[in-house]
């Protein structure tokens, strides 16, 4: 299985763990059926692929304040047993929801 940041065809369904931040999720949700704002929050040109540049950090942008910012983080995500700990897509290679809640975190 190979893993993506996000799928050819978005996974509209994303799961949220009881954490109180199924806000975000649905905010996330909404986002996902607007594919040119979603490209202006994930930039283009990344990936877990040598391909895509991989190199164990992905770049977010957020709009916060009246102006764009822009959030770097490292890959590492939370499991347990193999397992996404908090918000993950049900396809087990796609990890857009995950690295986005964990930058929208920082």
Known sequence: MTKSLISITVNRLIVCVTTGDCWLLA???CLSQFP????????????????????GMFRFSFWSF??????????KLPTFNGRLV????P????????????????
């Open 27 to 29: 905010a996330i949700s």
């Open 36 to 55: 040119d704002m979603l490209k202006r929050i994930i930039p283009e040109g990344q990936g877990f692929t040598s391909a895509e540049g991989y190199c």
């Open 66 to 75: 009246g102006k764009w910012k822009e959030v770097i983080i490292d890959d």
């Open 86 to 89: 908090f918000m993950h897509s």
């Open 91 to 106: 396809e087990q290679n796609e990890f857009w929801t995950a690295l986005m809640e964990k930058a929208y975190a920082k």
